[in-house]
């Protein structure tokens, strides 16, 4: 076969190559409509349902009913996208704003709807300001390492708040009442969880921890002066003007509005904004550390003698409050300054003899206080009590001996928010009750919430004792009354179960976290200003003076 013959039998050919079958996309224009329309038939029916099923058991569910929207919310708040640095200034008016609205609105002035939760100033600042946490948490990744690096720098209180949370948790999970546990979970991570890391925040950076210690003693005169005009008229100085939308028709809030009386005695418990007179004792027990600080740091000579003139405003209107509590966290608010003010003073100044001798004498002045309180009969009754005071005492040795056994048979607790029922003691006037918080951390959350809770605190206390002397601003001074207003919450909590100052308790620890952040941080990183302290509290050294 010659070459013409062979090119002419292999000729080129262009390949037959079987068309590629294209498939149809994933949804046709009319495929899509159709579909769209499916979904939204589906989502009308299932809210119609949805309506008409809480209308007609939504009052009596109301914690089921809302767990969907709040799905849908947190679904949202994660599927948002990706930003820069948190809105800071917005966290921080929403904080100031919600310790506002805890300090000097009486939370049981609310708007109340039917089948509905009361509106409270509370819940119109504090939900906004989780919502804005958990948007910053989700989309800022700046936010999430800037927290971690701040729970990072206290990491036994950031474990120990783990263990609180958990424990937390599991108790609504095992709890006896699961929808009623729900809902002071909410309540907690709202007004705990939420507050405690949004003030580690804000207040570890310039001036905002001075700020919030202003604001406590503001509030504190505040107070003080609706409770002096309480006293005056034996009455509550709103009960009888509280608009009809702010009414809200409970017994609880009745028996609130009607004021309080000693029972042995008959005299009248002053109780300014808050709920009792022991929250309002409370109340003044710890904001008289940050009065006390002031008192002995404030930069200009009226600040420290307004200050000087507040201490006996708060401890006139302990005394109106007829309340033990309140009386004892007074005087050791005083005490425990005394000994912090001396160590502070020997290891800044070691010219100075006086530092010495109050941190050696100290010992001898606690000593006296305590023989004092025994042998004076005013300060005596004041502290101790007299035999008005023998029922109160009686009860907590009752509630005491029913508990434990209650608490050793449920260790993991009853359930948040069922420390009353659980103990199932109940007062003269037949109301269930449970008088120390110990007791109700036990009954609700068990031992591993005890460890949590209460380990929390004294970590804060030791941490901030501990490093002390790394203190070189104004900011970071406000740590020290807020460890001794927490040495005061724990005595306080051993004989006052209500929740009321716990919001302010838990910005308290945040502020120990922030400030212990700073405390490691280079001074030009901080951003804070160095202190400069005029008082006689001492300076920190290489400081002015």
Known sequence: MTARTAAGYIRWRKPKVAPIPIRPPYATPNRLQRNRWKAAAVLFIATLIYVLAFQLIGRFMIV?????????????????????????????????????????????????????????????????????????????????????DIVGAAKPMGRLFAILAFSITLSVVLSVDPAFSANKWVVASVNWACIFFVAAYIFREGNRAVQFAYLIWAVAIIVCLIGLWEA???????????????????????????????????????????????????FLALSSAFVLHFALSGRMLVIRLAAWLTMPLLFLLVVKTDSRLGAAGFFLTLIFFVLVWGAMKWHRDRRSLFGPAITLAYPVIFAGFILATFFVGRLRAMVWGTGAHQFSDMAREVQWGMALPKIAMRPWGHGIGQGAEALGYTNRAGVLTIDSYYLSVGLEIGWLGIIGFYGLIIAAIVLVLRNARLIKTDNQMIAIPCAIALINFLIIKSVLSQQENHPLVFAMLGLIVGVLWSMKQPPAASGEIVATHRGSYPSAPGTRP
């Open 64 to 148: 089921q009913f809302m767990l969907p929207m709040a799905i849908l919310l947190l679904l949202i708040i994660w599927a948002l996208p990706e930003m820069g640095a948190a809105p800071r200034k917005l966290l921080t008016g929403l904080l100031f704003a919600f310790l506002i609205a805890l300090l000097l609105w009486p939370d049981y002035l609310a708007i109340a709807l039917p089948g509905m939760p009361w509106v409270t100033a509370l819940r119109l600042t504090g939900f906004p300001l989780a919502i804005i946490m958990l948007y910053s948490l989700s989309s800022s990744s700046q936010f999430r390492g800037e927290i971690r």
């Open 232 to 282: 005056r008229n034996s009455q509550i100085v709103w009960a009888n003007s509280i608009p009809s939308f702010l009414k809200v028709e409970d017994e609880a809030v009745q028996a609130i509005l009607s004021g309080k009386s000693r029972a042995a005695t008959g005299i009248y418990r002053v109780q300014s904004k808050f709920t009792t007179p022991l929250g309002f004792a409370e």
